[in-house]
């Protein structure tokens, strides 16, 4: 047991956090990038799109798991924990 795994994980957690979101509004609204992106932070729901792009981190947990990798999910949870904070802030 590495303790890099654990940052990796939580490093793993945020990224696919970031893509989840940026694949919801590519793919679930008629804006670009940065144009959603500055749409749903003047409106007020960037919690909500944080949320939504933390579903892929799922997936990802369920992975590792599968894979004997409980370092590493754990660092997933990590993030997971990480990014319910910043939500609550923003």
């Not at 997933?76 to 609550?88: A, D, E, H, P, Q």
Request: proline share 0%; net charge positive; no cysteine.
């Amino acid at each position: 047991m590495k303790k890099s795994d654990l940052l990796i994980g939580a490093l793993l957690g945020l990224f696919t956090s970031l893509l989840g979101s940026i694949l919801f509004i590519l793919l679930f609204t008629t804006y670009g990038i940065f144009d959603g992106l500055q749409f749903i932070l003047a409106s007020g729901k960037m919690g909500k799109l944080l949320t939504l792009g933390a579903l892929l981190n799922l997936l990802l947990f369920f992975a590792l798991l599968k894979k004997n990798k409980e370092l590493m999910a754990r660092g997933i949870v990590l993030g997971s924990i990480v990014l319910t904070v910043l939500t609550l802030l923003l």
